[in-house]
């Protein structure tokens, strides 16, 4: 079984605030299908440092909590993502929870005051449109 996952499930330190979303589950899975993984960050991958502002979706375009607009970034770097995807052509794609890169099932409004919507993040959105079925780390269960 082949893996593309959120690179910060597995413990890499690439997420907004420096830290990481290690997944104990996911590792796990992982081990028990003898699995190969194939790490992806969206955001990394499209020039953002880390630590970055926290960024949200506010009518389809991402924006920081300073109020600039980082839609290009977040583009350019789920772009690359999705090729890799495509060049590895992989069996699942497991991404993080609610990041407006790679949250599957729900994003934070744009307001930045924690309220979730339905949603998808920006690489989740290109997954979808290209034919993929990402799964959110919180169905691992389900679809294991
Ligand atoms: S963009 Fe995705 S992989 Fe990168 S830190 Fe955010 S949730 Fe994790």
Request: hydrophobic residues 30%; charged residues 25%; contains cysteine.
């Amino acid at each position: 079984m082949k893996i593309v996952c959120s690179a910060c499930l597995l413990g890499t330190d690439c997420k907004y605030n420096g830290g990481n979303n290690y997944s104990e589950k996911l590792v796990s899975f992982i081990r028990e299908q003898g699995a190969q993984v194939i790490p992806v960050c969206p955001e990394v991958m499209g020039g953002l440092p880390t630590p970055r502002v926290p960024s949200e979706i506010r009518d389809g375009r991402v924006y920081n909590r300073n109020g600039e607009d980082v839609h290009a970034a977040f583009t350019a770097g789920a772009q690359q993502a999705l090729q890799v995807v495509k060049d590895e052509n992989p069996d699942r794609i497991i991404l993080q929870s609610r990041s407006p890169s790679c949250g599957c099932k729900e994003v934070y409004d744009g307001t930045f005051c924690g309220k979730r919507v339905k949603g998808q993040g920006i690489f989740a959105q290109m997954l979808l449109k290209e034919g993929y079925q990402p799964d959110d780390i919180e169905d691992l269960e389900e679809v294991a």
